[in-house]
């Protein structure tokens, strides 16, 4: 029996176009694999709370799933999603760095119970449950990611602002439309994937990764180091495609059901060897 695969799939421009709907071919390549035994699951920048529905809309089976950049993983347990491993950090010196370089912009910070505190609203991002208050009480308490928002500044000006404010002591990324996402040092989706590896006892070989963003360089670095693959979408920036091991097409013309295709059909999984 051919062993199944650990599959990390990047949400916004990998699995999803722009306007949130499928890339072609997606539903299909992902049932396949379901199907077939192998371990399909999401990696994702986004929070738990809008991450669940592509899970569900998928109708995927994992027994965890990476949020946050890898800062939180949640696993179905008796039928419960739990947050199984969260990790956080203290926002004080980073939102004073950060304030004192953008006072204008609109600043959020999700806590390790997944609860979002936020200045302003913020177009795009999922505030329900979530509690506005003053830029000083972001920092009242540990959190699992600081997200900056600046309407006006594009992704030079954020890796510009990062090089001055000395942001070496936390893991960071550029969002796909220009926001500035903040993690615990050392955190990315591919520090999570490998605890999800090790508990679920994957060889790495057998790992396949698909991204389209900066933080997905952590992902690729990882699955390559553990033997795996790890596919950049077309549309990427280059220094994701340069990060992966493989380039497919872009996310409109359906990249990621044709990397996934080239991953065993059901009857190869299932056939004694």
């Excluded at 029996?1 to 916004?12: E, K, N, Y």
């Excluded at 006006?152 to 942001?167: K, Q, S």
Aim: charged share 25%; glycine share 10%; aromatic share 6%.
């Amino acid at each position: 029996m051919t062993a199944p695969w650990l599959i990390g799939l990047d949400v916004d421009g990998t699995i999803l176009l722009q306007d949130e709907t499928m890339s072609p071919g997606v539903p299909e390549a992902v049932a396949r694999l379901r199907d077939a035994g192998h371990e399909v699951t999401i990696a994702t920048g986004r929070s738990w709370m809008a991450t669940r529905r592509y899970v569900e809309e998928l109708e995927l089976t994992p027994e965890f799933v990476v949020c946050s950049n890898g800062a939180v993983t949640m696993r179905m347990v008796d039928g419960e999603w739990i947050r199984w491993n969260v990790e956080t950090f203290d926002p004080s010196p980073v939102l004073a760095l950060l304030q004192d370089r953008l006072p204008e912009a609109r600043y959020m910070v999700e806590l390790g119970s997944g609860q979002r505190l936020y200045t302003q609203q913020l177009d795009d991002w999922t505030l329900d449950g979530g509690r506005q208050v003053t830029f000083e009480e972001l920092a009242d308490e540990p959190v699992s990611r600081i997200v900056v928002v600046s309407p006006g500044h594009d992704e030079e000006d954020f890796h510009r602002l990062v090089a001055d404010a000395g942001l070496n002591e936390v893991s960071y990324a550029i969002g796909w439309t220009a926001w500035l996402d903040i993690a615990p040092n050392g955190v990315d989706k591919g520090t999570a994937l490998e605890r999800v590896r090790g508990e679920l006892g994957f060889d790495g070989e057998r790992v396949l990764v698909a991204g389209d963003g900066r933080n997905d360089i952590g992902m690729f670095t990882w699955s390559q180091s553990v033997g795996g693959r790890a596919v950049a979408m077309g549309q990427a920036p280059a220094e994701v495609k340069d990060a992966a091991g493989e380039v497919t097409l872009d996310v409109i013309d359906g990249g990621l059901a044709r990397a996934l295709n080239t991953l065993p059909a059901p009857a190869q999984v299932n056939a004694g060897e």
